[in-house]
């Protein structure tokens, strides 16, 4: 069964700084992998998502991402945080069934920025 | 255009009771798929619709069903209601039905079981 992994739980950083997510997964084929944000009382918005070709993906927001599939990890980075950056961030591997792909979804990063 | 979108916001009910959630996706989305929120769990995938169709079904007990409707609308429905089952319930709609490789969500529901 697919998983992801997610080890920080929470992440502290200066306004300005770069950041880095982890994300770690588990899935027997070809991941199709995502992350997503969820900011306070709202749902959650795809910032990336990667299926095949270049590994290093360009999403909304001035984020990033990196697929290495060596290391089965799916990085979000940011070279410069904003405040509004402050949100919880997951990441998601979709794994197919009954004719569609569903996302598992890791545990969260939740984002602190320090002004 | 509209976003999805999620009624009521918030709920409040007592164990043993049932609740019914809905949830309209984004207009020309026919794929829609339901999760529950909680801080000890996290995301979990509860079922996904299709042309009124359930593709697929997360690991949750029977007390937890759903449906979806010609024009895509969605509805979930929890009988027998547990303290358990306080939750964030978000919904979610895509327009590829396949890959679901931009899911929308909605702000979700809040639900309370006292």
């Known amino acids: 069964a697919q998983s992801v992994t997610q080890p920080d739980i929470h992440i502290t950083v200066s306004e300005g700084a770069s950041l880095e997510l982890r994300c770690n997964y588990s899935?027997?084929?070809?991941?199709?992998l995502f992350w997503y944000v969820q900011s306070p009382g709202q749902g959650l918005q795809l910032l990336l998502k990667?299926?095949?070709?270049?590994?290093l993906v360009q999403g909304i927001k001035g984020f990033e991402a990196e697929f290495k599939r060596s290391q089965s990890s799916f990085n979000l980075r940011k070279p410069s945080v904003h405040w509004s950056d402050a949100a919880e961030y997951f990441c998601a591997v979709g794994a197919r069934s009954g004719g569609s792909y569903i996302p598992t979804f890791g545990r969260g990063t939740s984002l602190i920025v320090h002004p | 255009k509209a976003g999805v979108t999620q009624t009521p916001r918030y709920l409040i009910k007592t164990r043993g009771q049932q609740v019914t959630l809905s949830c309209s996706p984004i207009s020309g989305h026919r794929s829609v798929s339901w999760y529950q929120q909680t801080p000890g769990q996290g995301l979990q995938f509860l079922f996904e619709?299709?042309?009124?169709?359930?593709?697929n079904k997360g690991n949750f007990p029977g007390r937890f069903s759903g449906r979806q409707f010609s024009n895509s609308r969605s509805e979930m429905n929890v009988s027998t209601l547990e303290l358990g089952d306080s939750a964030l319930y978000l919904c979610?709609?895509?327009?590829?039905?396949?890959?679901?490789?931009?899911?929308?969500f909605g702000s979700g529901t809040q639900l309370s079981v006292l």
């Open positions: 899935y027997g084929a070809t991941p199709y």
């Open positions: 990667y299926f095949s070709g270049d590994t």
């Open positions: 979610a709609s895509s327009l590829d039905p396949v890959l679901n490789e931009k899911l929308f």
């Open positions: 619709y299709f042309s009124e169709t359930q593709r």
